[in-house]
């Protein structure tokens, strides 16, 4: 069996016939002495599995003490909450669509009440994992801030729509990227994630809510 060797001077690692144990001989590289040690001597090379938990010293005792990273982003109550909100949303949209199709201060309200656990329920999924996560009021509170300025990105569209856009086709090549632009940047400030990530969660929110308008039996925003 070979023996794994460390030369002391110039760190060049390389295997030795184990019938060399215990004799001195030149390194190969650069020629300084060097002992072979024993099988039992021998330098151990820790994979990456001993790495993982901070690493381990030839006792095999831990040098460093791993740091322990948290997982949970929302705490149970507020995934309730927001579950139940979601689902109380589409009942009362289902239930009352007509009343939310002529009325533009109830279907405001709507957004207002149903972007929050939107926000909140993509950042959950859509989060990178090597970066801490946002919880409690914080979380709460940048949920809210991209949930306002989704808000107001429907606004400024239907703005558009009652004042600009005509229905043509070609107009959107020009609505669509700017939208889409700002949409995915409000995430990529508040909750801090990367922007092709940003954009995702801009999407899944105007799918949803397109989804809810379907539902209540509003018009499509284009049409």
């Not at 190969?28 to 090379?45: D, N």
Request: proline share 6%; with cysteine.
């Amino acid at each position: 069996m070979a023996i794994t060797v460390v030369c002391v001077k110039c760190r060049a690692r390389f295997s030795v016939d184990e019938k060399f144990a215990g004799r001195t001989g030149p390194c190969p590289k650069c020629k300084a002495p060097i002992r072979i040690p024993t099988k039992k001597e021998e330098v151990k090379v820790h994979g990456g599995e001993d790495f993982a938990t901070g690493g381990r010293d030839a006792a095999g005792n831990l040098v460093l003490k791993p740091i322990a990273r948290s997982e949970t982003q929302l705490e149970p109550m507020q995934v309730v909450a927001m579950v139940a909100t979601v689902l109380a949303v589409l009942l009362v949209t289902w239930l009352g669509g007509g009343i939310l199709a002529r009325s533009t201060f109830l279907s405001a309200v709507g957004l207002l009440v149903i972007s929050p656990p939107l926000a909140l329920a993509a950042y959950t999924f859509l989060r990178d994992d090597e970066k801490e996560p946002y919880r409690g009021q914080e979380l709460l509170v940048r949920g809210g801030v991209c949930a306002a300025g989704y808000v107001i990105l429907w606004g400024a569209f239907a703005w558009l729509g009652g004042t600009v856009l005509t229905g043509e086709l070609w107009e959107w090549l020009f609505v669509v990227p700017p939208f889409l632009a700002l949409g995915g940047a409000l995430p990529t400030f508040a909750l801090d994630l990367d922007y092709d990530d940003g954009v995702f969660h801009y999407a899944f929110y105007v799918l949803v809510t397109l989804g809810l308008r379907w539902t209540a039996g509003m018009p499509w925003p284009w049409s």
